[in-house]
């Protein structure tokens, strides 16, 4: 193998250019995956020191699926367990503020949500009266709530927020409640904040039942164990006493959704490097299958002289694995560097969300080492077999000749089979009417391009050719020229180029697609004349709603003919996890708006929920249980678990990216023990007069703070605005899958002019000038743009029509919508780039030396 590393070494020293161009793209890949390997371990540890820093240490701690309320009475029963002490039940909830009542902390902070603790005064000697009021920090003003503010509304806060306020000892601190605005009497400061990115405010049972119209109810019970008597033992006795639904356990730093978070970021992170280095495979493919034709003659005199079949594979593979090697290791180098100075940059802007712990230096573990160094070794040496077995298959005498028309023949025979094959097979999975089948036709089309592609280039160069001697008249024939005698070369550079046009096509497909269905459910689903909503218009665990009195009173208005509410609830199911439970009245929602029916009549859906325990279920938990209608699903609710009838699949706006179900509002008082009010949405009589109700129910919302009045133009021109921005993220991943296309092309007319340096300078020694090199250049560069292009929109259109169908697999049922955006995008963006990746290769053919030129070997 020795001898094969010094002809790869040679060979790649006396290429310098082509060989860092295809080493700068495995460079990146490897970067970015070891790099960003070492952010995420050191961001997770981030956030489990500052959660650990807010948990309360206890034995006990019980809570149910979705963090849900519960009736106070199970602390009783809990209490009584031999071992048990000082089981206390608290309510532990975030409170959104509405954007006019948002803190603005004196570090620069914004605090969106305050996070409420409560429970009963507890007496001196209880030991969690201190962890619960302060988490354990000292009062530095005022003093400590106790049995005498049993029922009163009374705060401790900390001491950056009451400064926030203005708030001293014995002030007023006004917060938004489901009964409208409550006032609590500020009675002390704590030192600091130990919660992720809000204020805490302690305050009594009574007082947070108010704030979330939940009397009788807690989230959550803790307490401690006789350390006489056996921990595990007592625990197990608690988690037997538990109904169904109910969770046994203690604080922890993260969780499922926290681990999922960190998960999905890593993913993200390695998804980006893995791209790169795959587009870098595409690029090192076409350069060893252009080094195997260019030392065709080189090959075939090593086999004379003695040379093995394996030595010249070797010797192939080993170009890839010296590239590979200095890649990987030049990669992790400045992934290190990467790493360190994002560092800094990140810590600036988490130190508004984590103010108790920072990202620290960055974690490099083995795991992340040994997957930058196999793929970063592991692609390029993929990517020279098959180039590397063919130049060992050929013969001296092969090698040698001429390639010779027969031969030309047989092999473009071979390959209009294979195509028409592939193209058969590709067509058997576009009708096979599933996503799965539709997926695998698509990767054989893409694989029949690859295939067929070189068989078009002379006829579709000659077609794009014809355009093109328009601006660049006799480079143009010369490029189309240059072209051809290298299809297969200009095949692979092509298909890189169409790889990137076919991403901008499929994810403006899929957008389009995406938000012209969720702007058709927000036309059908929020089709009132008026609705009272939360800031949060996707709801959640912290939107408290109103108790039914406001929902009356918008109904009593002048010139208002309906009012129907949603409300909202959540709980765990195993196979899906939190799923939104959605209250609605079953006679009066029709009246005003409805729900967008997949599967099942609207008007037999909506008596169905009329009758007992049925549910509306959509898409997401269709798809996921596969259940339809006449179906039943089991669902833990407060009393146990109860079974449901699934009477209908639907979806609607509010939902649109997550499980729900959706219930009569009876049912969610009976078995979710739920009466808020989330949403309030109104018709009016028609002719009423428009202003008089809008200053009405304006008026409403000055003593429920929580909520904003909107119309439905109002909202959707509000929300398809909010759509279009999230949007832009796709033009970023769109940005950084199309780069690696800019290489390929780039890299290819390097070649291209390096390997023509002596035809180059025969044509400066005739009279061509330096301009018409540079055009010709352009010119070819502009030639496989094009054919890019045309293969990027046959496989974007394919690409995009599946992802729009795997939207409905996962649970987001929309129509297809053609991509005519995208297609116009790419055109554009391919042609821009023909011009970019053309510049410095026709710049370096340009200046070349003649003599040196026609001396070149």
Known sequence: MNIQLKLAWRYLWGRKTRAILTTFSITLGVMLIFGFSSIVPALANMVKQDIEAAKVDVDIIVTRDGHAFFPEGLQDEIAQVPGAMFVIGTLERNLDLPPAEQITMLDGRTMTTLEIKAARPLSADNPIGKMVQTLGDELLAGRPITIDDTGQPVAIISEALAAAKGIEVGDTLTLPSAQGQIDLEVVGFTAGNRSISSEFVYTTLTAAQTIFNTPGQIDTIIGLIDPAMELTAVQDQIRDLLPPGYNFGSYSAGGSAFDSAIQMADMIFNLFGVLVLAMAGLIMFNTFRTVVVERKRDIGMLRAIGATRRMVTRTILAEGIIQGVLGTTIGLALGTLFAQALIPVMNGYFDAFFPNSSLGAPVFSGQSLLTAVFLGIGIPVVSGLLPARQAGKLTPMEALRPFSDEEEVKQTRRTVIFGVVLVALAIVGLLSGNVGGSTLGMLLFFVCILVVSPLLIRPVTAVFGRLLVLLFAREGHVA????????????????????????????????????????????????????????????????????????????????????????????????????????????????????????????????????????????????????????????????????????????????????????????????????????????????????????????????????????????????????????????????????????????????????????????????????????????????????????????????????????SFIGIPVPFFFPYTGIVVAIAVGLIFGVIAALAPARRASKQNIITALAYE
């Open 480 to 807: 189309e020229r240059n072209l051809g005698r290298q299809p297969s070369r200009a095949a692979i550079t092509a298909s890189t180029v169409g790889v990137g046009m076919a991403i901008i096509i499929a994810l403006s497909g899929m957008v389009t697609s995406a938000l012209n269905g969720i702007i058709s459910y927000m036309d059908v689903t929020l089709d009132a004349d008026y609705m009272l909503i939360p800031e949060t218009l996707f709801l959640g665990a912290t939107t408290i709603g109103a108790e039914s009195e406001l929902a009356q009173t918008a109904a009593n208005i002048d010139g208002i003919e309906q009012v129907t509410t949603i409300r909202q609830s959540s709980i765990v199911m195993d196979e899906l996890g939190t799923v939104n439970l959605m209250g609605i009245d079953p006679v009066t929602y029709p009246q005003v708006t409805s729900l967008y029916f997949i599967e099942g009549d609207s008007e037999d859906a909506f008596k169905g929920l009329e009758n007992g325990r049925t549910v509306i279920i959509n898409s997401f938990v269709a798809s996921q249980l596969q259940l339809k209608p006449g179906d039943t699903i089991t669902l833990n609710t407060v009393n146990g678990t109860a079974t449901y009838e699934v009477v209908a699949e639907a979806a609607d706006y509010l939902n649109v990216k997550t499980p729900a179900l959706y219930t009569s509002q009876a049912n969610l008082v009976a078995d979710f023990n739920l009466h808020n009010d989330t949403i309030i949405m109104m018709d009016s009589v028609p002719g009423a007069n428009e202003q008089a109700i809008e200053n009405a129910l304006t008026s409403l919302t000055q003593h429920y703070s929580q909520f904003s009045l909107f119309s439905f133009d109002s909202l959707r021109a509000t929300q398809v605005e909010g759509m279009q921005g999230a949007s832009s993220v796709y033009s970023i991943l769109m940005a950084v899958l199309v780069i690696p296309s800019l290489l390929a092309l780039a890299n290819t007319l390097t070649v291209n002019v390096l390997e023509r340096t002596r035809e180059i300078g025969v044509l400066r020694a005739i009279g061509s000038m330096r301009k018409q090199v540079r055009r010709m250049v352009m010119a070819e560069s502009l030639l496989l743009s094009a054919l890019g292009i045309a293969i990027g929109i046959l496989v974007g259109l394919w690409m995009s029509w599946i992802m729009v169908e795997s939207l």
